[in-house]
């Protein structure tokens, strides 16, 4: 029979919380957290949000007037959200990513959820490059989508249509869901999240204000 919860001898539940993955796979190993006192927008509308943050810096932590600070962002959920969409997947899907990866900055050999693998590792807005775009259109099965990726790679129209109007790799693939591009092709195709660094201005002793660009 089963051992009873109360005598000691039932295995005991275990939590073993690692708060520093994320940064130590991007080489970003010397980043801390930090406590957020305020998070207001300041400017919006038709110009990019800004936002002011007040933050709570680490009582080790050393900064003069003029530094920059360095803040590890996530993509946001509803984009993050259009990849599963794109590929069929759930928000409680989970990927095991194995192979060879680049610099050792995602998480191979484990299992993580896919909404969290593509909010916290990848930056998925960032515009197509024309070798992605050539990859695209040699995946193409039939010749009218095919064509239609051929034109983007030619110079001028790459810049006006791709590269100023920032259409990234996910777009692409949205405007052609017919191109057969598998869930680790498109994951080969996208590059590590990257710190932002935003300038501060100081307020009182380990609080900081910021006036931060919306990633």
């Known amino acids: 029979c089963a051992p009873d919860p109360d005598s000691g001898l039932a295995q005991r539940l275990q939590a073993d919380v690692n708060s520093s993955n994320r940064q130590s796979l991007l080489h970003y190993e010397f980043m801390q957290s930090v406590k957020v006192i305020s998070n207001d927008v300041i400017v919006k509308g038709d110009v990019p949000i800004k936002r002011h943050l007040v933050l709570e810096l680490p009582q080790e932590a050393n900064y003069r007037s003029g530094d920059y600070l360095g803040l590890l962002p996530t993509t946001p959920v509803p984009v993050a959200m259009r990849v599963l969409a794109r590929f069929g997947m759930h ?64 110079p001028d129209i790459y810049k006006a249509e791709v590269s100023d109007k920032r259409i990234s790799v996910l777009a692409l693939l949205e405007k052609f869901p017919e191109l057969p591009l598998s869930i680790a092709e498109f994951i080969e195709m996208l590059p590590n999240i990257k710190m932002r660094q935003v300038s501060r201005r100081l307020w009182l002793p380990l609080i900081l204000a910021e006036s931060a660009g919306a990633a």
């Open 91 to 154: 928000v409680d899907d989970v990927i095991t990513l194995s192979g060879v990866a680049s610099g050792g900055t995602v998480p191979v050999g484990r299992p993580i959820n896919a909404l969290s693998l593509f909010a916290e590792y990848f930056e998925l807005e960032q515009p197509a490059t024309l070798k992605h775009i050539k990859k695209l259109a040699d995946r193409a099965e039939d010749d009218v989508t095919k064509k239609a990726l051929d034109r983007y790679t030619e």
